[in-house]
């Protein structure tokens, strides 16, 4: 455990640091997971870049058709955003339990999705939402959908030279919401057990589902969207039946692991119902009256 | 070895550290400056009794690496009061019973600080409370005492016009 | 005295130490250092059992800042242990489980000390291994080959992986099983439990000129650590000097040695001070956990459901040393027998080794596993009887006057009170079927540990007091507790008590703080003291006032005779400069109860001593979907005989119960194959603010002979029914009794499933 630590001053700089550094360097954020796997020994990197206090990396923008999250957001600064009150809760909901308040003063977004961990809590509702990554490197900047970027546990499409730097998010049109449910052993500093984001949004009349994303943490070796959950809900009453079945299709399609967490077995059966708990809470916040 | 030196402002003083990169803020607030009110145990962000306030909010010190908070303000439990002029949370904690062994509670204290700081003036439930209090673990209360602490001192920043 | 009239005992006084812990100027053992010190890190076993070929240190010994290494060769041959002297500091040709210590290592850095260990290369030859402890009872693997050469306590019954079997038998069990109107027969199985203390273990050594070693650490028990390091070491126990600086919490998890020795030796070797510190990984792998135990309960009662015959037998699972085992194999018994009166008893407790880490003392050892089968054995049956719970616990509990398992005579008896308060507070009686929401119920005894105490009191010249104990105030509020017992007695403020840190050179001998027996037993030796200084006091006022001593009384820190009064900081003054000062040594000693030594074999703790009796009533919800476990209410009926200060009673009361909370529903430390699977915080999952629910205590107060002014010990109990009153509760609201510890989401959602189908 012995590395260099850098502050380059902007993003081009920090990019060119990355360059002349490879293969021997990573690049820092908030740190709070990079410096547990230093310390078990996990990685050995000579080189740390330290990209927390490049300018320009932090804080929520919002335009008439999106928000910009800076890649460099605190889990707290979403948990207190006014504008995520409403159909975009989950943002909200995963923010909050992910680790202590200590923790979501200092771990970053960027960060999360970087890591790649199944059990990310905050990467599920960002799947579910479709964000887009804005991504800097040596040859410019790039944009790739989030559902393109995680390839596989702890691995994303990322190069080691480049640089999230803010994540897009489609604002939502009507009657739309969307709902993060988690299952862990306690009720606060939980790695998740299953989570699982849901974003719902009803046709006009508001009986029928028009769109569904959901998106599924520590149930299979990357975050995924239940495709065919989705696709069969689309069109669909919004109602328990059709919600359950959705949860249904969703546990065949995960992949869990059994672990010191839960078993396989169990994961598959929080899925089920912790989708159809999902879809209800979406439904019940779109407003509409149940039938 | 590569060693640089951290300019930090601890307390209200300022310190110029000479550190080895791989330390953490909780490193150098224990041997290099002396504040031995943080405290030491799993260095994994998972107990939170090494939390002090970092520009005023509560964090992990474990693992923050020092070259991290590089200018930046780091308040202790020492910087918020001392025997003869405690901060209404070290007044409430004695009083409410809130203290056994002690060892989490100045991080349980800056914890709790940082949360109604957020809001001056704000009187917030329990489950508030326990929600904001909930990444520091507390093995001898059961925390409803801490909780008690939190909220009397709550209530008395509220009426003396917010944050101390 | 009578205690209506006190002033300053049972009063919700703030406790001494606060003011340091909240402002961070309390020292605690892990903030103690020294110039120029080391730091000791320990090498640890990778292999659960296996033959060490060889140990090569001589590439770490070259690494810069290395700057000693010791293995089993450098030390003295030394067994030690409390029941079996079974245990070394380092394996000796074997190692016994995965984090068995096999080399220490002094570097000036924590990371070359971590350099180091990685550089040491131990050749293994693996051994065929053990981890299940009841294949452990019949196996033909032995874990100590050589256990016959050990010594051990002469109460101690061993035999091969047997550390220890006791039992406790009375009656004709198979004749009043034979009578029984029904026969109940359960198995039960409880985890592993880390104490969880938020400090860690840590010891910092340093020896002086004369070849005299000061240890400061953080144990519960200085004296005993005194003389474990005095046999380590191979020295006379006086050249040993414990001190504790402060603790960051025990709940019996530092009771007995746990970095120490560590430290001592490394200092011996490189003659500099090292300090040695655990890390999480070290605590959930190589500490003192509870034990994980199997519990075998067969009950049989009469159509009323009065209990004729019991019984049981618990298979401690000790590890790769009998640590506590064996005394928590035996204490179970008490625990099974709970606060009933049974027709006949047959109760086996027996400790084994398996190839996993070795097992200590957690806070009520044995209590909360043999409880959780016992008491949700007697759900069990009063469902099948068709009784109320609550009703089938009052028709058994034991009165005033009734004999106890060992033939003890059952005093100051508040079991039935403790129920009756309790469920009232829950709401007993209101109950009414709703699914996924039920209340259940549990009671307990348990003793106040005995062992002796000794204080010195010194009255100063300002009219102050200085309490010295060797009791370390672990967090509890138990000193806080006996200096308010000595202020009381005194006539003085709780604030003119100057509680010192302990010092095995400087205080006289405590038991230590373990078994719910601090401030019961330094509260006697503080007692004792204050009588021997009123008696100086008034002997040197009758001098002063030309007084005599009869009808003499303390008030308001004065002596008063007649109308005549003197100040005690007068007569400290007074005697400081013709009598040397006024000084006491209290000493207080709780004898063991008479009892039937024919009903008990083999028991290290065959009587229980002032014994207190409680009950817990829980409120819960569970998702029928999920499994998980809500807790919406808990209440506390306890018996603390006299409650010498109400808040800290209830601290310890909250705190016991998330305790028991955390190993009822989410505790344990995981093995698999030999090998701890969650050894960090992340895994290992205690109890958050969010998980423990508001805690009602009922203090019920009900006088005991023995303790100052009537109390009982508070500390330990707490902790044992929160898993049978919980998993009484979840059966309540399911129809499924858990009967595995932790009673995670996860199993509880699988018996609704095999309920369902």
């Known amino acids: 455990m012995s590395f260099d630590f850098h502050r380059p001053a902007t993003v081009t700089e920090a990019v060119d640091l990355a360059q002349r550094l490879f293969p021997t360097a990573r690049f820092i954020a908030g740190g709070s997971d990079i410096v547990i796997q230093i310390n078990r020994k996990k990685i050995d990197p000579s080189h740390l870049i330290d990209v927390a206090c490049l300018p320009g990396l932090s804080g929520i923008a919002e335009t008439s058709d999106e928000f910009t999250l800076g890649a460099l957001t605190k889990y707290h600064t979403i948990e207190t955003h006014p504008a995520f009150a409403g159909s975009l809760r989950a943002l909200i909901e995963a923010a909050s339990v992910i680790g202590g308040r200590q923790v979501q003063n200092i771990a970053t977004i960027g960060g999360n999705i970087v890591n790649a961990s199944p059990a990310a809590d905050f990467v599920p509702v960002l799947l579910a939402l479709d964000a887009v990554l804005d991504i800097t490197g040596p040859n410019g900047s790039r944009s790739v959908p989030l559902q393109d970027f995680i390839v596989g546990p702890g691995k994303t499409s990322l190069l080691p030279v480049e640089i999230v730097t803010s994540i897009r998010l489609a604002k939502l049109p009507a009657r739309s919401a969307t709902a993060f449910v988690k299952e862990g052993r306690r009720r606060a500093m939980e790695i998740s057990v299953v989570c699982v984001a849901a974003c719902l949004t009803l046709e006009a009349g508001g009986s029928r589902c028009a769109s569904v994303r959901l998106a599924i943490g520590a149930a299979a070796p990357k975050v995924f969207r239940a495709k065919a959950a989705e696709a069969y809900l689309e069109g669909q009453l919004a109602d328990q039946t059709s919600f359950a079945e959705a949860g249904k299709l969703a546990a065949e399609e995960c992949a869990p692991i059994s672990d010191v967490r839960a078993s396989a077995d169990y994961r598959r059966r929080l899925v089920s119902i912790m989708v159809e708990r999902a879809l209800t809470a979406c439904f019940e916040r779109t407003g509409e009256e149940r039938r | 070895m590569n060693r640089k030196i951290l300019n930090i402002v601890v307390n209200g003083e300022s310190h110029q550290v000479l550190i080895e990169p791989h330390w953490t803020l909780l490193q150098v607030l224990r041997n290099e400056i002396g504040m031995m009110g943080t405290k030491e145990n799993c260095l994994e962000a998972e107990c939170g009794v090494c939390t002090v306030l970092l520009d005023g909010k509560a964090v992990n010190s474990c693992i923050l690496l020092a070259g991290q908070v590089e200018g930046c303000s780091i308040t202790t439990i020492e910087g918020i009061g001392d025997p003869e002029h405690l901060h209404p949370l070290q007044q409430t904690f004695i009083e409410c019973g809130a203290v056994q062994c002690g060892y989490c509670i100045p991080g349980m204290i800056l914890t709790a600080k940082s949360f109604l700081d957020e809001n001056p003036g704000s009187r917030p439930s329990r489950d508030e409370i326990r929600e904001a209090i909930a990444g520091t673990l507390c093995r001898c209360t059961g925390y409803s005492k801490i909780i008690d602490a939190v909220a009397t001192a709550a209530e008395r920043m509220a009426i003396s016009g917010g944050s101390q | 005295m009578n205690a209506q009239n006190h002033s300053v005992a049972g009063r919700r006084l703030p406790r001494l130490d606060g003011v340091g812990k909240v402002t961070g100027k309390h020292v605690y053992a892990a903030d103690f250092k020294l110039p120029g010190m080391l730091y000791g890190k320990v090498l640890r076993s990778p292999r659960a059992h296996a033959l060490i070929k060889k140990i090569d240190t001589s590439r770490a010994a070259s690494i810069h800042g290395v700057r000693g290494i010791i293995t089993s060769a450098d030390i003295p041959a030394i067994r030690y242990g409390t029941a079996v002297r079974d245990t070394t500091v380092f394996a000796v040709d074997r190692v016994l489980f995965v984090g068995h210590a096999i080399a220490a290592v002094a570097a000036t850095s924590l990371e070359i000390a971590e350099r180091a260990l990685e550089a040491i290369e131990v050749e293994y030859e693996n051994l065929p291994t053990l981890f299940d402890p009841e294949e452990a009872l019949n196996s033909n693997i032995r874990i100590h080959p050589n256990w016959e050469t050990y010594k051990a306590l002469p109460i101690i019954a061993r035999s091969g992986n047997i550390a220890g079997q006791a039992r406790i038998r009375v009656g004709d069990v198979e004749a009043a099983f034979a009578k029984s109107y029904k026969v109940y027969e359960h198995r039960f199985t409880t985890a592993l439990q880390h104490p969880g203390y938020t400090e860690p273990r840590v010891a910092t050594a340093d020896w002086d000129a004369n070849g005299n070693v000061t240890v400061w650490c953080n144990t519960q028990l200085p004296f005993d650590t005194q003389n474990t390091l005095a046999e380590i070491l191979d ?361 039937d030594p024919t009903r008990v074999q083999n028991h290290p703790l065959p009587v229980w001593n002032t014994p207190s009796y409680h009950a817990h009533a829980v409120d819960l919800s569970v998702d029928q979907a999920t499994g998980k476990v809500t807790i919406n209410r808990y209440v506390v009926a306890q018996d603390v005989g006299y409650a010498i200060n109400p808040t800290y009673i209830e601290g310890q009361i909250e705190g016991g119960v998330a305790q028991g909370i955390g190993q009822a529903l989410s505790e344990e430390i995981v093995y698999q194959d030999g090998r701890v699977m969650n050894a960090n915080l992340t895994d290992y999952k205690m109890p958050t603010a969010m998980d423990v629910p508001e805690i009602e205590s009922i203090i019920v107060e009900c006088r005991s002979a023995a303790g100052p002014y009537g109390a009982k010990g508070v500390g330990e109990p707490p902790c044992i029914e929160p898993p049978a009153a919980i998993g009484n509760a979840i059966a309540a609201a399911t129809g499924c009794w858990p009967n595995s510890l932790p009673m995670t989401a996860e199993k509880i959602a699988a018996a609704l499933r095999v309920q369902q189908s």
């Open chain 3, 235 to 595: 020295l006379p126990s006086a050249r040993v000097r414990v001190t504790v600086p402060g603790i960051g919490g025990g709940f019996g998890g530092k009771l007995r040695i746990g970095v120490e020795h560590f430290a001592a030796l490394l200092a011996r070797k490189t003659a500099r001070p090292i300090k040695v510190m655990s890390t999480s990984e070290e605590e959930l792998t190589a500490a003192l956990p509870r034990q994980a135990s199997v519990v075998l309960v067969k009950t049989g009662v009469d159509k009323d459901g009065h209990l004729l015959a019991r019984s049981g037998k618990i298979i401690v699972d000790c590890g790769a040393y009998a640590g506590s085992g064996p005394g928590t194999a035996a204490i179970s018994l008490q625990v099974m027998a709970g606060p009933y009166k049974t027709g006949a008893l047959e109760l086996e407790g027996i400790a084994v080794y398996t190839n996993k880490v070795h097992s200590g003392s957690f806070r009520a050892p044995a209590g909360p596993m043999a409880n959780f089968a016992m008491e949700c054995q007697m759900d069990m049956i009063a469902k099948d009887l068709g009784l109320d719970p609550l009703e089938i616990r009052l028709r058994n509990v034991v009165k005033e006057g009734d004999p106890g398992p060992s033939g003890e005579i059952h005093k100051s008896v508040s079991i039935e009170e403790c129920l009756r308060k309790a469920a009232n507070a829950i709401g007993w009686h209101d109950r009414k079927p709703e699914p996924g929401r039920g209340k259940g119920i549990a009671c307990s005894w348990w003793m106040t540990t005995g062992g002796s105490s000794g204080v010195y009191v010194k009255i100063n010249p300002d009219g102050t007091a200085t309490l010295v104990s060797g009791a370390v105030e672990i967090g509890t509020g138990a000193i806080t507790g006996a200096a308010q017992i000595l202020a009381e007695e005194l006539s003085l403020d709780l604030t003119d008590v100057n509680a010192t840190g302990v010092d095995t050179q400087a205080a006289p001998f405590d038991y230590g703080a373990q078994g719910s027996r601090t401030a019961f037993s330094v509260g006697n030796a503080c007692l004792a003291a204050a009588a021997e200084l009123r008696r100086q006091m008034f002997e040197l006022a009758a001098k002063q006032l030309d007084a005599p001593i009869e009808g003499m009384s303390l008030q308001d820190k004065h002596v008063i005779a007649g109308n005549k009064s003197i100040s005690i900081a007068e007569l400290a003054r007074i005697s400081r400069l013709a009598g040397g000062g006024l000084i006491a040594h209290g000493t207080a000693i709780s004898p063991a109860p008479p009892y």
